[in-house]
């Protein structure tokens, strides 16, 4: 089993709609979870960060967190073609220094 | 503007001749972290500095070697490489605790 996992996609979404994007984790022990955008050919930017159960919003973007369920998911809202891109769940491993752990990525595409 | 700076973008190499990637940050953060992504795979941490604490990943080959003679500076040597070894290679910083990474813009490595 991997630590993190995301279905690959790719995941096609009409510009204007929700898109959401899924993640589970392996570790009950993790407490801070992350979602990174990467764009083709550049590295990964940090566009939510979540630690208690619930709902987290920021702009268009909401996280959702779900330890009981060992689950994350990220909606987006409004899709715009500019949110076309890999969108990376992270987990940090709770022992020692902060380290986080990446799954493989959901590849979005917003469709104008 | 407080950053991390990779240098190269990109960097070719030939089979078996050392190579150094650099990495640099105006964070001040406690952590840097070296990451290797090749196409479509999610990032594979390969080791990390907690100020001059080094820690290597188990799988992590012996080809691959850091240094980090001050906190703003982090180096990845990879002494022989192999084409195996042609990816993304991320440096990243933290603040520790639950902060999110910061990311460089990542050096391609190609091997021929």
């Known amino acids: 089993q991997k630590e993190v996992e995301q279905n690959s996609g790719p995941l096609s979404v009409p510009e204007g709609a929700i898109a959401s994007l899924n993640c589970t984790y392996s570790?009950?022990?993790?407490?801070?979870f992350f979602w990174y955008r990467q764009y083709s050919g550049k590295s990964p930017e940090l566009i939510m960060s979540?630690?208690?159960?619930g709902d987290k919003e920021d702009g268009r973007f909401t996280a959702q967190l779900n330890k009981a369920s060992q689950y994350v998911s990220l909606l987006i809202r409004d899709s715009q073609p500019s949110d076309s891109a890999t969108y990376l769940c992270?987990?940090?491993?709770?022992?020692?220094?902060?380290?986080?752990?990446f799954g493989q990525g959901t590849r979005l595409t917003i469709n104008p | 503007d407080a950053m991390v700076i990779q240098n190269p973008r990109y960097q070719v190499t030939q089979f078996g001749k050392p190579v150094t990637l650099s990495c640099s940050q105006t964070?001040?953060?406690?952590?840097m972290y070296w990451y290797q992504q090749k196409s479509s795979q999610a990032p594979k941490l390969l080791f990390h500095?907690?100020?001059?604490?080094?820690?290597n990943e188990a799988d992590t080959p012996d080809n691959f070697q850091s240094r980090r003679p001050n906190t703003s500076f982090c180096f990845l040597d990879i002494r022989s490489p192999g084409l195996g070894d042609a990816a993304m290679y991320l440096c990243?910083?933290?603040?520790?605790?639950?902060?999110?990474?910061?990311f460089g813009s990542g050096t391609r490595l190609t091997v021929v």
């Open positions: 990243a910083t933290s603040a520790g605790g639950h902060y999110g990474y910061t």
């Open positions: 570790d009950r022990g993790s407490q801070s």
């Open positions: 979540i630690y208690s159960n």
């Open positions: 992270a987990v940090n491993r709770p022992q020692g220094a902060q380290k986080l752990v």
């Open positions: 964070l001040n953060h406690n952590v």
């Open positions: 500095y907690y100020d001059k604490d080094f820690n």
